[in-house]
């Protein structure tokens, strides 16, 4: 709503990010207005393989965004078989899933403890790229 009030912003397509519990959302908008949501990017994100109908690991098939997936090599919020869901998911399509090695849940945060520079600065990398392809 608040885009709409901008006379510079192009509301006919939207790009959408979500960090740990909001990763999730970020691709469910994708599934939910797929004629606007042209890329979306979960960052370590929670919950991406439910037994729910709206899990991420099935929006591959419910959206043309582009999707993204930024993932910590070690997350107690998303092992390792969780990743490997979302990955099965996404085979076959344009749609990225990446472990970042050596990080943990949280990396891209520079107030954590576990931030890691490279991999913060890396994830900003894929994310600008992803909206460069699809948003410009």
Sequence with gaps: AYAETQKAANTRI???VGYCMSGRYAVNAATHFPDRVKAAA???GTHLATDQADSP???ASKTRAELYFACAETDIYAPREIIDKVRDGMKGTRNEVEIYPGTH?????PKRPVYDRDAAERHWERLHAL????LL
């Design 42 to 44: 979960s960052i370590y």
């Design 14 to 16: 939207i790009g959408a």
């Design 131 to 134: 909206y460069r392809r699809n």
């Design 105 to 109: 849940h949280g990396f891209a945060f």
């Design 57 to 59: 690991h099935l929006a």
